[in-house]
T-cell receptor
Framework: ETGVTQTPRHLVMGMTNKKSLKCEQH?????MYWYKQSAKKPLELMFV???????ENNSVPSRFSPECPNSSHLFLHLHTLQPEDSALYLC??????????????FGPGTRLTVT | AQSVTQPDIHITVSEGASLELRCNYS??????LFWYVQSPGQGLQLLLK??????LVQGIKGFEAEFKRSQSSFNLRKPSVHWSDAAEYFC??????????????FGTGTLLAVQP
């Protein structure tokens, strides 16, 4: 595997289900991100992990719970979602260099539908 | 507040024609600027980036972009569009926030259609 991978690519879940999205980066980066992409809206940054510590939680509802067990893996745990949470969820990674991280590399996304 | 504006939501060009996609940013310091492309159902692919130096930057797939500080712009260009360039294009600026980590602020995107 190369780059940033995400599984599953598609997910349909009911509002009472619990599911998890997985992201893995094979680039040796040390910062990882979750974005939400909804139709007709700009990409929304949800969470940022830098050196496995969460550095941003962008006012995201608690029904989304991130986990970063190491610098290569990032999870997004989902529970009791709402239909408006249906979107494309994108994972990205970047390399912190000299105190700053630069360009981000994105995975293919997970298309989530909440029924 | 930092922001990115892409004034064109949809653009249609004929194959072989030239292309320019507009991007304006608002950021107080020297910006780090990016263009990404997204094909349907896919993630974002980095086309090119500007950090400093030469204001005309070359990217992949024959794209280039020019940074104009006086106009707060970073427009994307291609001299001859191919049908495979049909996709959505996003401009982004990296902003520094707590802990010396950057985050990307994206524009709303420009959807490019290519006519045969």
């Amino acid at each position: 595997e190369t780059g940033v991978t995400q599984t599953p690519r598609h997910l349909v879940m009911g509002m009472t289900n619990k599911k998890s999205l997985k992201c893995e980066q094979h680039l040796g980066h040390n910062a990882m991100y979750w974005y939400k992409q909804s139709a007709k809206k700009p990409l929304e940054l949800m969470f940022v992990y830098s050196l496995e510590e969460r550095v941003e939680n962008n006012s995201v509802p608690s029904r989304f719970s991130p986990e970063c067990p190491n610098s290569s893996h990032l999870f997004l745990h989902l529970h009791t979602l709402q239909p408006e949470d249906s979107a494309l969820y994108l994972c990205a990674s970047s390399q912190r260099q000299g105190g700053s991280s630069y360009e981000q590399y994105f995975g293919p996304g997970t298309r989530l539908t909440v029924t | 507040a930092q922001s990115v504006t892409q004034p064109d939501i949809h653009i249609t060009v004929s194959e072989g024609a030239s292309l320019e996609l507009r991007c304006n940013y608002s950021y107080g310091a020297t910006p780090y600027l990016f263009w990404y492309v997204q094909s349907p159902g896919q993630g974002l692919q980095l086309l090119l980036k500007y950090f400093s130096g030469d204001t005309l930057v070359q990217g992949i797939k024959g794209f280039e972009a020019e940074f104009k500080r006086s106009q707060s712009s970073f427009n994307l260009r291609k001299p001859s569009v191919h049908w495979s360039d049909a996709a959505e294009y996003f401009c982004a600026v990296a902003v520094l926030y707590g802990g010396a980590t950057n985050k990307l602020i994206f524009g709303t995107g420009t959807l490019l259609a290519v006519q045969p």
